[in-house]
């Protein structure tokens, strides 16, 4: 049982690199921490009261801009 939680963990890393990079973020202060895998044990780190996230600061602005850009281009009126 014990070894088919490592082949997960080590699924997950394998498909995820953002879980492999092994820095999670506070949404809230910003504060960056190290995290390794034994976060799937004891829980995903917690900040200000927020499950940090795997996203950066960096990616999550990217991710915003995403989420608004096509909202935006659909305002525009331009229709396929
Ligand atoms: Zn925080």
């Known amino acids: 049982m014990r070894k088919r939680l490592v082949d997960l963990i080590e699924a997950l890393e394998a498909c995820h690199p953002k879980i492999a990079r092994g820095i999670v973020w506070c949404i809230e202060c910003g504060r960056s921490q190290r995290v390794?895998?034994?976060c799937f044990?004891?829980?995903?780190?917690?900040?200000?009261g927020?499950?940090?996230t795997i996203d950066s600061?960096?990616?999550r602005q990217q991710l915003s801009q995403a989420s608004?850009?096509?909202a935006a281009s659909t305002s525009d009126g331009e229709s396929p």
């Not at 044990?41 to 200000?48: L, S, V």
Request: aromatic share 10%; glycine share 4%; with cysteine.
């Open 36 to 38: 390794d895998t034994a």
């Open 41 to 48: 044990r004891t829980g995903w780190p917690t900040c200000c």
């Open 50 to 52: 927020y499950t940090m």
């Open 57 to 59: 600061p960096e990616e």
């Open 68 to 70: 608004i850009a096509p």
